[in-house]
């Protein structure tokens, strides 16, 4: 299966800083918006999804498999993509919430 640009899928690139994109139930953008969106830093927020054991589905800083070039990591280049309930478990671990347990 070919990859096909964004323009040919007719899905809009992240052209402008300071825009999270939400589409059924997945939210995307760069990792300086999702840390201005969430009132931290990039680096905050990227050991907040380390706690919280949190994979994005999409990190284009990270290398895949048999790539020979480095990958962006700077925050306004880095692209991240969560689920809506991935976010939620990040926010509470940034704010150091935990989970209600019923007794």
């Not at 990039?42 to 706690?51: N, Q, T």
């Amino acid at each position: 299966m070919r990859s096909r640009s964004a323009r040919s899928q007719k899905v809009q690139p992240h052209t402008r800083s300071g825009e999270l994109t939400s589409q059924s139930g997945i939210i995307t953008g760069r990792l300086a918006d999702w840390a201005d969106a969430l009132e931290t830093t990039s680096s905050e927020l990227l050991d907040a999804m380390d706690r919280a054991g949190i994979e994005p589905l999409i990190d284009t800083g990270a290398s895949k498999d048999g790539e020979g070039h480095d990958r962006p990591t700077n925050p306004e280049l880095r692209c991240i993509a969560m689920t809506e309930a991935d976010v939620g478990r990040v926010s509470a671990e940034l704010l150091e919430i935990s989970p209600v347990t019923r007794e």
